[in-house]
């Protein structure tokens, strides 16, 4: 059976790819300029050709895969927060976004599929981009959506929304709908890493679990200029208190045994995430290892599309481009 091509741009750990795959596409060409997210790319997809570059410095005529494909992938770096605009560094997420866009200038994709803050979508702040590409890809023949979803409506145990661009041909563009929620009910924290949490016989794990009985907030991966990890800023850190987790770190390990579990005495005695259960909480299936160290593994977690999501995506984007996987002959 054929399948639809893409290719990915600032793939992370694969988070977008994947659930691309998922939703029947096959990847020509995937790029991230960090090592250790082009090392996770490697180790759990060996036949994926993965190119470590900056896109800001991508020529795609050197790579004559990166041509006639399905779709245009990009799950860019957030763009700053009015909060952080007038920082040196501000303007480099911009820049990636406008990268992306000239980008199907030359290898014009059937589709593209770009996701970003939920700001994005709506944002005054950001209407400046919102015109730039419209303008750009009005003149180029696709037509366009923006719109935002949340992991949580497709399953992932997480509240994160995120804004997206899907253009589409302009003879298929009509056919394109943003894809509905996957699930009725929210799936928990608790629930999602209980067997986890319960792997080297830590007795309180069920109890914890009972507690962590809502979704996350959204994990943030955070800057490589800033320190270790943790799990987000002030507001998120008190979410997490209230499902008894220390969200001021990331820990090394699950509980033991001899864990004790009591909020009232303070972080000491709340459960630590790992990077490994951080990227359950992600939706990355437990087989799917990221490398580097501790803080490099939690930043790859932090910033991914959650596979769902980026199936979800991936089959609203199909669908549109009229391709039907019971089909032997589709593609």
């Known amino acids: 059976m054929s399948r639809l091509t893409f290719v990915d741009v600032c793939s992370g750990a694969g988070g977008l790819a994947l659930g691309l795959e998922q ?11 960090d090592a250790d997210s082009c090392r996770t790319l490697r180790a759990n997809r060996p036949q994926w ?61 059937r589709a593209v599929l770009i996701e970003n803050v939920p700001g994005l979508a709506h944002s ?9 590409a419209r303008a750009e890809l009005a003149h180029l023949g696709y037509e366009f959506s923006w719109f ?14 995120q804004g997206v661009l899907v253009a589409v041909e302009r003879q ?26 319960a792997s080297r016989g830590w007795r309180d794990a069920a109890r914890w679990a009972a507690q962590a009985n809502r979704p996350a907030p959204t994990l943030v991966g955070g800057s490589k200029n800033r320190g270790g990890a943790d799990l987000g800023p002030r507001g998120a850190k008190k979410a997490w208190a209230t499902m008894g987790v220390n969200g001021h770190t990331v820990g090394d390990e699950i509980p033991g045994v001899d864990f004790v579990w009591d909020p009232e005495l303070g972080r000491d005695n709340m459960v630590k995430i790992t990077s490994e259960q951080a990227a359950l ?51």
């Open 23 to 33: 939703a029947g596409f096959e990847p020509r060409l995937l790029l991230d300029e």
């Open 49 to 109: 050709n993965v190119l470590r570059t900056d896109l800001l410095d991508f020529d795609p005529s050197e790579y004559p895969e990166s041509y006639d494909v399905d779709l245009l992938s990009a799950g860019l770096p957030r763009v700053k927060s009015s909060a952080t605009v007038r920082r040196a560094d501000s303007h480099v997420e911009e820049r990636l976004l406008k990268a992306a866009i000239y980008l199907i200038h030359a290898i014009r994709p």
């Open 124 to 132: 005054d702040n950001y209407q400046p981009f919102r015109d730039f």
């Open 148 to 161: 935002i979803v949340n992991a949580v409506d497709f399953g992932v145990p997480q509240n994160r929304k």
């Open 172 to 197: 298929r563009a009509k056919e394109f709908r943003p894809p509905a929620p996957t699930v009725e009910q929210p799936t928990t924290v608790g629930e999602t890493l209980l067997p986890s949490m």
């Open 281 to 331: 909480l992600q939706d990355f299936p437990e087989s799917w290892k990221i490398s580097g160290l501790k803080t490099a593994r939690y930043r790859q977690v932090g910033h991914a599309t959650p596979p769902a999501v980026g199936e979800a995506l991936g089959r609203a984007v199909a669908e549109a481009l009229g391709w039907d996987p019971a089909d032997p002959v589709a593609g």
